[in-house]
């Protein structure tokens, strides 16, 4: 479930969408451009299939826009988390191997779909966010105007709006350099470091933004945002008010040396007597420490020689991070486990925490601890609560040993997951992933046994094959190499388990 606006609009932002010849194929970006039109209108959250295939073939019909066989999207729109599909259950079953429901399926039950109810009441409350999503998806995907203003003229901007929003924003993104960021993965990304005022401002351009010294870095495929401008963000940004920091007026500030759990050092000083908003005015960095709020020494030369402030040489080792402070990942479990819903979003973990951690340090941690997983997009959930260590255990037996004779595709795993163990999400399966990187891998949408994994599968094979001792396999692992055995081409393998009785 989306908890937010910012929820909403990164799932908007990632939604894929097929391409023929280099252009976007326009039946998911129509079917919902319509449902948010009609969100936004107050008109109802769902149509029938029947009424979907006929609004898309007027719309295909009246611009000649090449478009067939709508019920792929109208189903496959379910892995984006925005949109629903009555009795999916039922018709899942009916998929194929590619993951699609037949025609014949749909003109047959008519089932009704649309945006998911949170989705859609966002969207119905807020007139402009609504505009904001529309002109995302539209530009996202190059919809002609001529059928965006067709389906909507209220929330379409027009061509005029357009270009000179465009020109707008090339003539300010002159004023700052590109720069580049390098992940902690070593991913580069570039973008642009903008002194925008809040990070809810800075979202609405780029939903994956974070704060820098000078601002927010905006990656520069989101500069041409245009639901909202960077003029509009720019003019936003406020300056340092230096009456709000009257009181450190002619004042010395000690400068010591902060060293992180991590080991790094930090040099600024202790503030007291403000809140972390006022402080953040200064540096978008500062943390609660010692009844105060440490504050970078880089960020407080900015206010220094107009409040007169006098920094002292630095006093190494002067503040410690405590040791017995709990670790930013003790205290994400604790929260998660204090929910009665036995998951909480990411968005309500960073506003909890805020005041004692650095968002960046708050995601590291997430994806670092072993205990944490995703229930679902944004939402994370605790191994004991949610997923035990014998259920972990058991999953990753069950990967492993169907992949034994080749790779095998996510919907398979998920399967097979769910025809011997509970089901689980494919938010789950791709985090139990990232947590086991030495056992598997995925690789354009393939699950395979690492190199490392495989090596040890294939020496314990020949182990097994040149003592004739049965095997030390779990009541799992037995089930699956029978069945493998039915299906393995690999005559070595099944002559293997036919000699051990298996």
């Known amino acids: 479930m989306a908890n937010s606006l910012s929820d909403i609009y990164t799932l908007f932002s990632k939604i894929n969408c097929k391409k023929i010849n280099g252009s976007f194929i326009l039946l998911k970006p129509i079917l919902l451009l319509k449902a948010i039109a009609d969100a936004s209108a107050g008109q109802g959250r769902l149509k029938s299939f029947y009424e979907w295939n006929n609004l898309i073939s007027e719309i295909n019909s009246k611009f000649s826009l090449g478009l067939t066989n709508i019920h792929y999207p109208f189903w496959r729109l379910r892995n984006d988390y925005i949109w629903e599909v009555e009795s999916a259950d039922n018709l899942k079953k009916l998929e194929n191997k590619s993951g699609d429901v037949s025609i014949q399926h749909f003109n047959k039950q008519n089932p009704s779909a649309g945006l998911t109810q949170d989705v859609f009441q966002k969207l119905q409350s807020d007139s402009n966010f609504s505009k904001s999503i529309y002109n995302l998806i539209a530009q996202s995907f190059n919809v002609p105007i001529k059928v965006c203003q067709n389906i909507s003229s209220e929330l379409s901007m027009d061509n005029m709006d357009m270009t000179d929003n465009l020109k707008q924003e090339q003539d300010l993104i002159k004023n700052y350099s590109e720069t580049e960021y390098t992940t902690v993965k070593g991913k580069v990304l570039k973008g642009y470091i903008l002194p925008i005022k809040t990070k809810e401002l800075a979202l609405k351009v780029d939903p994956y933004t974070f704060p820098k010294t000078d601002g927010f870095f905006i990656r520069t495929k989101y500069i041409k945002n ?94 410690e991070s405590n040791k017995n402070h709990k670790s ?131 020496r314990l094979f020949n182990e097994f094959k040149n003592s004739m001792h049965t095997p030390h396999l779990t009541k799992v692992q037995r089930l699956i190499f029978n069945e493998i055995v039915k299906e393995s081409n690999d005559v070595d393998l099944s002559e293997l388990f036919s000699d051990l009785n298996f």
């Open 328 to 458: 930013a990942s003790v205290k994400i479990e604790e929260l998660i486990r204090k929910s009665d819903k036995g998951g909480i979003a990411l968005s309500s973990i960073v506003d909890s925490l805020n005041n004692d951690m650095h968002e960046q340090t708050i995601y590291k941690s997430i994806k670092k601890n072993q205990n944490i997983y995703r229930l679902d997009k944004g939402v994370y959930g605790i191994i004991g609560s949610q997923l035990t260590q014998e259920e972990l255990i058991d999953i990753i037996e069950i990967i492993e040993c169907y992949l034994v004779t080749g790779p095998k595709t996510e919907q398979f795993i998920l399967e097979k997951i769910s025809q011997i163990k509970s089901p689980i999400t494919e938010c789950l399966l791709k985090d139990i992933l990232q947590k086991f990187p030495n056992s598997m891998v995925l690789r354009g949408g393939f699950f395979k046994l690492s190199n490392v994994r495989l090596e040890k599968v294939e």
């Open 226 to 319: 245009f639901d909202i401008t960077i003029a509009d963000l720019l003019e936003s940004a406020e300056t340092i008010d230096f009456k709000k920091f009257s009181n450190l007026k002619n004042c010395t500030l000690d400068i010591i040396e902060h060293k992180t759990a991590k080991g790094k050092v930090l040099v600024g000083s202790v503030i007291e007597g403000f809140t972390k908003e006022e402080l953040s005015k200064i540096d978008p960095y500062t943390f609660y420490k010692s009844k105060g709020f440490f504050v970078r020494q880089k960020a407080l030369e900015k206010i220094a020689s107009e409040l007169n402030i006098t920094l002292t040489e630095p006093k190494h080792g002067a503040l």
